[in-house]
């Protein structure tokens, strides 16, 4: 049988595989799945972007060429997404989120922007605060997305959420995971913005198998992300404690000309 690369742009972890039974563990019972095989693995590459993450249930790589694109996996277990694989990736929605602390702690404010077939339809920003952390504004973007998120799959849209935090997307999507467990304690401590933390993680329980939470690096010219910071200082500047739709026409650059966090 001849060799098939399998393309993955909406699944549990989107990529290029090599066999059949990786691919489907991605996609198997995954709302609003899409991927397509192809026969070679430069048409594999050029449908996904051109930056692929080459994945097989098989311990040996199976060719010197895959080992010299194979990633190696982040210590942390979180993959960074570039703006190349995140715009190959065939969603209906993808949401920026980012949170602006300044000073830190101090007046804190969240911001998200909405793609739609990536294109951007939208600009949210607010939850004021003016005794805030960083921490506790990512969250607080996360788990609007999240809220967001939910409406979207009920109308059958497939959903990324992109989020430069890593450290909220680990409270929610892992760490959550333990902490439930032992009664919402951890051995190092107090587990800080824990009421917020639950809400998230009972919200992204409901949603982990119809969604995307994906890391971002922030500030390296993705263009989501950078919307997503200029929203967040707006609600600084405008004390904006309600979650509210950005009212003005969306001029890229000229809101990427404003104060960034």
Not at 59 to 65: A, C, G, L, Q, Y
Not at 98 to 114: E, F, K, L, R
Not at 178 to 193: D, F, R, V
Not at 237 to 244: D, I, S
Request: a positive charge.
């Amino acid at each position: 049988m001849a060799k098939k690369y399998y393309v993955v742009w909406a699944g549990r972890q989107p990529g290029i595989y090599t066999d059949w039974n990786s691919c489907k563990a991605q996609v198997d019972k995954f709302a609003g799945a899409k991927y397509k095989s192809f026969p070679t693995q430069a048409e594999a590459e050029q449908a996904f972007g051109g930056k692929a993450t080459f994945s097989t249930s098989n311990s040996k790589t199976t060719s010197k060429t895959q080992s010299s694109v194979k990633k190696k996996p982040a210590a942390n277990g979180i993959k960074t997404y570039t703006a190349a694989e995140i715009d190959a990736m065939n969603l209906d929605v993808k949401m920026f989120t980012d949170g602006g602390c300044d000073p830190n702690p101090g007046q804190a404010g969240s911001g998200m922007a909405v793609y739609r077939n990536n294109k951007i339809a939208e600009l949210w920003y607010g939850l004021y605060n003016p005794m805030g952390t960083n921490n506790t504004a990512e969250l607080n973007a996360l788990h609007q997305a999240l809220m967001m998120a939910k409406k979207e799959v009920q109308l059958g849209h497939s959903v990324a959420i992109l989020c430069d935090s890593k450290y909220s997307i680990q409270c929610v999507t892992q760490w959550a995971v333990g902490w439930e467990k032992k009664g919402w304690k951890k051995s190092g401590g107090e587990i800080k913005n824990l009421e917020l933390i639950k809400a998230m993680f009972a919200l992204h329980q409901t949603l982990k198998d119809k969604i995307q939470v994906l890391h971002v690096n922030g500030h390296v010219g993705v263009e989501g992300n950078e919307l997503a910071d200029r929203m967040s200082m707006v609600a600084i500047a405008e004390k904006e404690t309600e979650f509210a739709r950005y009212p003005d026409p969306i001029n890229v650059a000229e809101i990427l000309k404003m104060q960034h966090g």
